[in-house]
């Protein structure tokens, strides 16, 4: 059944850093706002936002969980998104669906870089979003520091954003604890109350000169964008409260500045103001929907999938922000019936009969349908949706039940519609399963998806690297014969074969140079194919690459004589003949740019020299502010825990894409390791 009718809505997502209390913050906006009577813990598991079991497993956030609540006749659907770089794709994928997203950071300047390529995302799909500095009492050590730790927290955001940093609120500490705050629009002090508004409280004496100076500052920024108020600080006239607020919410919503709110999430500090301020300055769904494009009409449906879940009892649900026009359950959507039409509470549902432009909901068993889709009822449109990231990390896996093989390709394209960015492939030369994703949890919570929801254990280790072979020099007329008689047709064939090494790259070639029909033309293809069927494991026991074969003679019987015979023919000679060309062992080599804050870039240059790559050069990287780029080319033996390392080295934010290059020649040491390991196959 439908709730009341609702004068508006806001979509927001609610971002940050791993650990930095985002869920907490959910919990308490649902909870100021009516919509729980209780409020959960991630300790506990019994939060809103983790409500998966992998989530609440591992005490974080695993995909995003959407929750709504009424306050002030607006209807807010807020989306809890994963903080951890790992599932960083749920974040994305979540984000364009939103009008305004709450960045969630902690009072710790060196953790405030780990929001860099989050900030970059936003300002670059223009998305307004602004600041909630949690677990402010960690700043307030002491009376005088509380303010001065404020201000370097400011600096740290100011030195990731590209859009200026304003601060809304200044703490007010007393002894050891954060007491309050004071409004920098409206120049009111309030003290905390957990659990309860705060009171308005005179203002401290002791704080009026940083309030001011903090007042100041977040005026400037406001009149870069607004001439009136420019001419009024000129004249030193102090604006009123309702010019300030006006130009905040056009700011705000036109993502020209960030505005900074400050709090402690478990005990609602700071939480209603910052209600107040989405209330009052987060963009309208029809400002969201002009900025991308989408011109409004209640005529044609136009919605895009945020997300894709796949629930035990529901099936198949997909998230979609609804753009344009009203949506009924039972419409057809890309010519797929929606079949029910729901508004989620993290894995709770409420049915609905319709939803208008504006809200975020769920549809059901939309089939065929995936995260990023645009749906509409003539597939006329198409939106925008976020870059898939490429993939940094790869486990081999297989059924632990043999007979589980058939189940597990069915199972995996499920997981795969949940989360575009993990990949899977069968490799041609090793024939592993390979799972690709962000990283080793997120990996692991794939696997655990399988096991739960499909009862598809896994057994898994790091994939195989696809060596290959070459050869150093040639070997002429190297003769096999191949002659077999067991009564009735016997089997004769024999050729001499030359084989030469080919430049790097070329692959293999084959040719014959037969005269007087000494092999006969209908027995030509049958030795080309014994020739291939060996190279496909030669004498190190990977496949021979860059090798061409040319037939020079041979000789036939005209009655025993067949493609079989000259097959087998064929590998003998190339078994006779690989053995003399000085068989090396090749490994394949990418070219790999990696991306990091300036200050870890020392560090990078040395992770790439101590995996044998080769460094090209490093510049800035465009368009990000304090960011390079280094480029370099690395054994792919040595990609397969870089993440992990790169990561661990640049606050888990350095990323990496890579393409195969080109396969190059094992240093001898290492490749008498390498075939030691794999066993040094013969034919």
Request: charged content about 25%; aromatic content about 6%.
């Amino acid at each position: 059944m439908n709730h009341k009718v609702i004068g508006a809505t806001r979509n927001i997502a609610i971002v940050g850093h791993y650990l930095s209390g985002k869920t907490a913050l959910l919990e308490s906006l649902l909870s100021v706002t009516g919509a729980i009577t209780r409020k959960g813990n991630a300790k506990d598991g019994n939060t809103i936002g983790d409500s998966s079991p992998e989530a609440r497993d591992r005490k974080m956030s695993t995909e995003v969980n959407a929750a709504s609540t009424e306050y002030e006749n607006v209807r807010f659907t807020f989306l809890d998104c994963p903080g951890s770089i790992e599932f960083a794709q749920e974040t994305l994928n979540a984000l364009i669906g939103v009008d305004a997203a709450i960045v969630v950071c902690e009072p710790v300047t060196d953790r405030t870089l780990t929001l860099a390529p989050l900030f970059k995302f936003l300002d670059d799909w223009e998305i307004p979003h602004l600041v909630f500095v949690n677990k402010i009492d960690r700043a307030c050590t002491d009376e005088t520091t509380c303010g001065s730790n404020f201000t370097t927290i400011i600096n740290a955001l100011k030195s990731i954003s590209s859009r200026p940093i304003v601060p809304h609120q200044y703490p007010i500490g007393h002894n050891e604890k954060i007491i309050g705050f004071i409004d920098l629009v409206t120049e009111q002090a309030y003290h905390y109350h957990p659990g309860a508004p705060a009171d308005p409280v005179p203002l401290p004496e002791h704080l009026q000169a940083q309030e001011n100076e903090a007042r100041q500052q977040m005026l400037e920024e406001l009149a870069n964008f607004d001439d009136n108020l420019l001419a009024e600080l000129l004249e030193e006239i102090n604006p009123d409260t309702e010019e300030i607020t006006r130009d905040l919410k056009m700011e705000l919503g036109a993502d020209l500045i960030v505005p900074v709110f400050i709090g402690i999430a478990e005990q609602d500090f700071g939480v209603r103001p910052l209600l107040e301020a989405l209330l009052r300055e987060a963009p309208a769904p029809e400002t969201t929907a002009q900025r991308r494009c989408v011109i409004q009409s209640d005529e044609k449906v136009t919605a895009q999938v945020l997300k894709t879940y796949y629930t035990p009892q529901g099936g198949k649900l997909s998230l979609v922000r609804i753009w344009q026009g009203a949506l009924a359950d039972g419409a057809t959507l890309n010519g797929i019936r929606v079949n029910g039409l729901y508004r989620l509470n993290g894995w709770q549902t409420q049915s609905l009969t319709n939803a208008r432009a504006g809200e975020i909901v769920a549809l059901g068993r939309l089939e065929g349908v995936k995260t990023g889709d645009t749906l509409t009822v003539d597939r006329t449109k198409s939106l925008p949706k976020a870059e898939i990231l490429s993939p940094v990390y790869a486990l081999a896996i297989a059924p632990e039940k043999r007979n589980d093989e058939v189940k597990m390709t069915s199972a995996l394209a499920k997981i795969l519609e949940e989360d575009p960015s993990l990949v899977w492939q069968q490799h041609g030369d090793t024939h592993e399963i390979i799972l690709w994703g962000q990283g080793e949890i997120h990996l692991k919570v794939s696997l655990e998806r399988l096991r739960r929801k499909y009862n598809l254990p896994m057994t898994t280790h790091l994939p195989q690297v696809p060596y290959k072979e070459t050869i150093r020099k040639p070997a002429s007329a190297i003769h096999g014969r191949y002659k077999h008689q067991s009564g009735g047709h016997g089997q004769f064939g024999d050729v001499y074969l030359d084989i030469q090494p080919q430049p790097r790259g070329e692959g293999f070639n084959f040719c014959d140079r037969i005269v007087g029909g000494v092999v006969p033309k209908q027995y030509i293809p049958g030795v080309e194919i014994g020739v291939r069927e060996y190279l496909d494991r030669g004498p190190l026991g990977f496949p021979v690459v860059d090798v061409a074969v040319t037939l020079t003679n041979g000789s036939y019987h005209s009655v025993d004589s067949s493609e079989q015979a000259f097959k087998q023919a064929a590998r003998l000679a190339m078994q006779e003949g690989m053995s003399k060309c000085e068989s090396v062992l090749l490994e394949p080599i990418a070219k790999v740019e990696i991306h990091t804050p300036k200050e870890f870039t020392s560090k990078v240059l040395q992770l790439v020299s101590g995996r044998r790559g080769q460094i090209l050069g490093y510049e800035s990287k465009s368009n990000w502010k304090g960011w390079d780029t280094v480029t370099a080319y690395v054994p792919l033996a040595e990609m397969q825990d870089s993440i992990v390392e790169l990561r661990s080295q640049t606050m888990g934010v350095g990323f990496f894409h890579w393409e195969f290059d080109r396969l190059q020649e094992v240093p001898e040491p290492l490749a008498k390791r390498v075939l030691l390991t794999t066993g040094n196959g013969k034919n």
